[in-house]
């Protein structure tokens, strides 16, 4: 019973700002490789920001200076803050987690995922 739930999202303004949590259960989140990812309407799921099991991170150019990924252990949770949002922003959320099972396949799972709009 692996569960992901985002929540924090909603209406903001140019240059707001929101900060969104995925809480999880059945797994333990210092285990997994953790992200974020976006889908606006007609375009593909992107990832905006990621953090490894080792606590290392990485991000879409388009966010890098504007967003924060980060991890609560002892609440089992990660956390995506985000800055100076612009429209462009405007997308549903995922929590993802994944790690390996076995040299052909991982352990994965996705949230429900969280609006996010960005209009004045």
């Known amino acids: 019973q692996v569960q992901l739930v985002e929540s924090g999202g909603g209406l903001v303004q140019p240059g707001g700002s929101l900060r969104l949590t995925c809480a999880a259960s059945?797994?333990?989140?210092?285990?997994?490789?953790m992200g974020w990812y976006r889908q606006a309407p007609g375009k593909q799921r992107e990832l905006v920001a990621q953090?490894?099991?080792?606590?290392?991170?990485n991000y879409a150019d388009s966010v890098s200076d504007r967003f924060t990924i980060s991890r609560d252990n002892a609440k089992n949770t990660v956390y995506l803050q985000m800055n100076s949002l612009k429209p462009e922003d405007t997308a549903v959320y995922y929590c993802?987690?994944?790690?390996?099972?076995?040299?052909?396949?991982?352990?994965?799972?996705w949230g429900q995922g969280t609006q996010v709009t960005v209009s004045s």
């Open positions: 059945g797994i333990t989140v210092s285990l997994y490789n």
């Open positions: 953090i490894t099991s080792g606590d290392s991170t």
């Open positions: 993802y987690a994944v790690r390996p099972r076995s040299r052909w396949s991982t352990y994965d799972y």
